[in-house]
């Protein structure tokens, strides 16, 4: 057991050759159990998402790192697999820590630069210490992160390389993206930010949020500019729901025993192995474990 890694190392060799690791988050063992599958099935290391939210959903961060890694044992799992707090408070932070995880994200973004600073940085201090990595986030991202609701905001250079200087693993910089579903006015990806960014930090992998409905033209455009991790949540929430309810719409769950819970979620937790599949195709992470 514990074959968790942190997700440094993936990450750097994305930025080198140019592609992105998918974030998927996770909310309960049918979604574990998919992208853990898929992931291997695509020879890609993955990073599992969970937010303090479905943390407490899951009933706490130990239950969901035992639960990842006596599957991992069970389904075989041989690609790099990070297990990664979604934007951690402080507290957060450290309770996956003491958890077991082998990432965390440090979500300082709202406070003022100087107090995300001194945060960030005995976090750094202690995630390292434990030999995991570590996500900082400036300038927030836009839509709803756990109930809080934002506009997508572009991040101050200057800010991400003092962030970044602390000794992140990777970095979180607002660059117009939201999360959730783009609304239809959505001004698009802010590559000029991006590249102010770029040319301030250097080789520190960047971190895409907000996945979901962003054109593939400028997810590749991203990943040319340094973004080498893309998060991906709502996307399979939708596809989760959208196979769950033509199921039950078709009269599925009446017919013999399709009521029973590993039928009626069946076609769900596939949706989200194919919503895992597009994105890695579209971030170009597919049989990048094997090299
Ligand atoms: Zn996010």
Redesign the pocket.
């Known amino acids: 057991m514990g074959r968790l890694v942190p997700a440094t190392e993936m990450l750097k060799k994305a930025l080198e050759g140019k592609y992105a690791i998918g974030h998927f988050n996770i909310n309960n063992l049918e979604w574990t159990k998919a992208i853990l599958t898929e992931a291997q099935e695509l020879n890609t290391a993955v990073i599992l998402g969970v937010s303090e939210g479905a943390g407490k959903y899951m009933c706490g961060f130990k239950t969901v790192t035992n639960m990842v890694e006596c599957m991992m044992d069970e389904l075989n799992i041989t690609v790099p697999v990070a297990l990664h707090l979604?934007?951690g408070t402080y507290e957060g932070c450290l309770k996956c820590i003491d958890a077991g995880f082998s990432s965390i994200m440090f979500d300082g973004s709202h406070f003022p630069i100087d107090e995300n600073i001194e945060k960030t940085k005995e976090l750094v201090r202690l995630a390292h210490e434990h030999g995991m990595s570590i996500e900082a986030e400036v300038g927030a991202?836009g839509g709803e992160?756990d109930g809080v609701v934002g506009k997508g905001e572009c991040a101050d250079p200057d800010e991400c390389k003092r962030i970044a200087d602390l000794g992140v693993d990777f970095l979180a910089a607002g660059i117009g993206n939201i999360?959730g579903v783009y609304p239809e006015n959505w001004q698009g990806l802010s590559f000029d930010t991006l590249a102010a960014i770029k040319e301030k930090i250097g080789d520190l992998p960047l971190v895409l949020?907000?996945g979901t409905g962003i054109p593939e033209d400028m997810i590749k455009k991203a990943i040319s500019l340094g973004v080498s991790k893309i998060?991906v949540n709502t996307e399979c929430q939708l596809a989760f729901a959208k196979a769950t309810r033509e199921y039950i719409e078709a009269g599925k769950d009446h017919e013999k025993k399709g009521f029973d819970p590993r039928k009626l979620l069946k076609p769900g937790t596939e949706a989200i192995m194919e919503t895992v599949k597009t994105k890695c195709e579209m971030f170009g992470s597919i049989g990048s474990a094997a090299k």
């Open positions: 979604d934007h991202i992160e999360h949020h907000g998060n």
